[in-house]
């Protein structure tokens, strides 16, 4: 991977530009290098309501632990975060969230609610990105582009959860917008692309069918997708039916299944409660972890709050 600078990758490379003015824009940048008493956070910028404290180090002083504060607690029309992690060679680092991001009921604007997150990773080095669940209000306009640049020999593990509507009110994703998009390259080669378009205004069985069809959401308000890679080797067939053994359990509150796509494992799981959602997604990240990073799983602390 070029060593570019976090700054040199422009969002708008990412997601496309949308017209109207930002409410509230706050940018974060990250910088993990590895150094001889381990992966220090060597830069952390950032601009208006989002940052981390500090670095923890519960696996030892070689893999950090971040968590990303962000005190709204989520976007309101206008609003958007840009986020940008790189991770130099050698440097091992995990960033989670300390709560639910949400995309709100968007005003009579309209104006776009934007996520936008540049990943990059270099040779040897990796990067677990593995935030709490999104939450999409009814009427909301959201968008949420993440892009992650491997090196050779980089390793990455990631998901994205999001509950369209808030299921324990009843309240359906009946009116609003929801663009998702997610991008993995290696030097320039697209590994995985995803992308996903909810638009709430034809969510009835009468305008589209992808609430209720079966290669749709069936009517499952929960979605999930948890990748890692690249893999130089197959996993072993044994871990793969453990990974279906534990997504099995799952079945009884949802659909789960994973498959290996361009030496990423791709993990997809619908469901009615996004805490069952990542439940399964840390049993499979503890099952998973060693075979990707030869080192057993270590759930970081916020999780337990």
């Not at 540049?118 to 040897?124: D, F, H, M, N, Y």
């Not at 709430?200 to 079966?214: K, Q």
Request: proline share 6%; aromatic share 6%.
């Amino acid at each position: 991977m070029n060593q570019l600078a976090i700054a040199d990758i422009p969002v708008s490379e990412v997601a496309p530009e949308f017209e109207g003015p930002s409410r509230w824009h706050a940018d974060l940048e990250l910088q993990f290098e590895l150094v001889e008493r381990g992966c220090r956070l060597a830069r952390n910028r950032h601009s208006g309501p989002l940052y981390v404290q500090k670095p923890f180090y519960p696996e030892g002083r070689d893999l950090a632990h971040v968590y990303l504060l962000h005190p709204p607690g989520g976007l309101v029309s206008g609003d958007r975060l840009d986020i940008r992690v790189r991770v130099d060679a050698g440097a091992r680092a995990l960033v989670t969230t300390t709560g639910a991001g949400r995309v709100y009921r968007a005003r009579s604007d309209g104006l776009l609610q934007s996520q936008n997150t540049v990943l990059q990773v270099a040779a040897g080095a990796s990067l677990e990105w593995l935030p709490l669940e999104n939450i999409a209000y009814p009427g909301a306009n959201g968008a949420m582009y993440t892009r992650v640049d491997l090196a050779r020999g980089a390793h990455f593990a990631g998901w994205e959860i999001t509950s369209l509507g808030l299921p324990a009110r009843d309240e359906t994703f009946a009116s609003g917008r929801l663009q998702q998009r997610l991008e993995i390259f290696r030097e320039g080669i697209p590994l995985l692309v995803e992308s996903l378009c909810v638009d709430g205004c034809a969510l009835s069985p009468a305008n589209s069918p992808i609430l209720s069809a079966g290669a749709g959401l069936q009517r499952l308000p929960v979605n999930g997708l948890f990748v890692l890679g690249p893999f130089e080797r197959a996993p072993e067939t044994e871990l793969l039916e453990q990974c279906r053994e534990q997504m099995a359990a799952h079945d009884k509150h949802g659909l789960a299944g994973i498959t290996l796509v361009s030496e990423m494992l791709v993990v997809r799981a619908l469901g009615r409660c996004a805490f069952e959602v990542r439940a399964l997604f840390g049993e499979l990240w503890e099952l998973l972890r060693p075979a990707l990073l030869q080192r057993e799983a270590c759930a970081p602390r916020i999780w337990r709050t």
